[in-house]
């Protein structure tokens, strides 16, 4: 396999990593709104429901970059002044910020219209879906996508077409996303509402502090990333509010506003 992968059609070349995301992004979409049809007795009104879907979007927006940039600011800043782009502050994206900014999001959003119910379980398999499917963009991208690991001489190293064996830390989330997502769904049938949610994102998180360890991250906070920070603190949240003590509290999350951030490596056009 070559990496980049790119699709052809005719002249036109289409990255697979573009592909990809539009699938992941449709597919999470659709799988949410087979979801919301489910249990549309026991969620929020259609006007509700759409103001918390504004929230999540928006604040997985605002926390995608705020942490990409918090993760590299000085790649960013040295290119901002090889070029002085503006637009470059608005490259690069990533999943842990995403999550963080759009949970925080979706939570103002409810306080706003007046929803009491938890409605993060309706997110879970979306998400999964998502972050899956992105992921296999991001492999097929290779180098330039910045998420592959360090190194390796392990027997199922990948060459991303620069002649090293590196960790497939991409394939390393996709295959816990799916095992996690399974395990939930069958042990957690019962739990109380919002608990699959945050389930989902504590073990996401811890996963995601773990292989940051395997991929060539800057870590300029106390030698941690700031996607590793904001993965502890994410998780902090989760496992305080899925304690006896934390239990019926919602306002948590808005305490990871101020420590939401992430993404990859020394460049400031990635994904991670």
């Given amino acids: 396999m070559t990496f980049p992968v790119e699709f052809h059609i005719g002249s036109l070349r289409i990255p697979a990593h573009t592909v990809l995301e539009v699938i992941a992004y449709t597919a999470g979409f659709q799988a949410y709104l087979l979801i919301r049809r489910r249990n549309r007795d026991s969620g929020p009104r259609v006007d ?66 007046g929803v009491a119910q938890r409605t993060g379980d309706s997110f879970v398999i979306p998400l999964a879906i998502g972050i899956a499917v992105g992921r296999v963009g991001c492999f097929l991208t290779g180098l330039e996508d910045h998420t ?34 399974t395990a939930i769904s069958l042990a957690g049938a019962r739990r109380r509402p919002g608990g699959r949610f945050r389930l989902f994102l504590l073990g996401y ?20 990333s700031a996607i590793q920070w904001a993965s502890l603190a994410g998780a902090a949240v989760c496992a305080w509010q899925l304690s006896p003590r934390g239990r019926g509290s919602t306002g948590g999350s808005g305490q990871l506003l101020r420590k939401s951030l992430e993404s990859g490596p020394s460049e400031p056009i990635h994904r991670s």
């Avoid at 960013?76 to 999001?105: H, N």
């Avoid at 998180?205 to 941690?224: D, H, N, Q, S």
């Fill in 148 to 181: 592959h690991g360090v190194a390796t001489n392990l027997p199922w190293a990948v060459d991303f077409g620069d002649g090293i064996p590196r960790h497939p830390a991409q394939l390393y989330e996709i295959a816990f996303v799916i095992a996690w997502t």
């Fill in 48 to 113: 509700q429901s759409a103001w918390v879907i504004c929230g999540a979007i928006c604040g997985a927006f605002l926390g995608s970059k705020l942490l990409v940039i918090a993760e590299s600011w000085p790649a960013y800043l040295k290119q901002f002044r090889a070029t002085r782009d503006p637009a470059l502050w608005l490259s690069g994206k990533t999943v842990v910020g995403g999550l963080l900014g759009g949970w925080i999001g979706v939570e103002i959003a409810k306080r706003c219209v």
């Fill in 205 to 224: 998180l811890l996963f995601r502090f773990a292989v940051e360890f395997i991929k060539p991250t800057l870590r300029m906070y106390g030698g941690l």
